[in-house]
């Protein structure tokens, strides 16, 4: 009896996990949401242990590097926003595959999948195409939206 109890108790557990990506995106507490990859916050840093222990060398060269960009980021933190805005917009660039300024949905979930799954959001004017002002926009109303959580 109690290995049927178990049983159900596991089937159930299987079942509420996979509605529990659904109920994070709505804000659950509680809930992890998963990212394209389907992967979790905890499975990627299981990964990121794995890893770790694969390859001692390089982990703690790529821990020495990323402190190293921490401390520099702290003490020029504009310079460190000025250079990931300047790599975000050569993303844009290199996804733009016809030039135009503008990404499709296509050249987006080829170039930049992130923006991909927030497309829709993104695109201001309904056009079918996210430029950079509208990316730019979109990055604004999020950072101003999670300032105003925090207070």
């Not at 709505?26 to 840093?45: F, H, L, N």
């Not at 299981?46 to 060398?57: G, S, T, V």
């Not at 390089?58 to 590097?65: D, I, S, W």
């Amino acid at each position: 009896m109690n290995r049927s109890l178990i049983a159900a108790a596991v089937a159930i557990a299987a079942l509420a996990t996979q509605a529990v990506p659904a109920l994070a995106s709505e804000g659950i507490p509680g809930a992890t949401v998963r990212s394209e990859s389907g992967m979790t916050p905890a499975d990627r840093k299981a990964r990121l242990e794995q890893w770790c222990k694969d390859n001692p060398e390089k982990c703690r060269e790529a821990k020495a590097k990323a402190e190293q960009r921490r401390e520099q980021c702290q003490a020029d933190p504009e310079k460190c926003r000025a250079e990931a805005q300047a790599r975000g917009r050569e993303r844009f660039k290199k996804a733009d595959a016809n030039g135009d300024g503008r990404l499709s949905r296509e050249e987006a979930q080829k170039g930049m999948p992130q923006l991909a799954r927030d497309f829709d959001r993104i695109d201001a004017n309904k056009d079918g195409r996210v430029t950079m002002e509208e990316l730019e926009a979109a990055r604004k109303a999020r950072a101003g939206a999670s300032k105003s959580k925090g207070s």
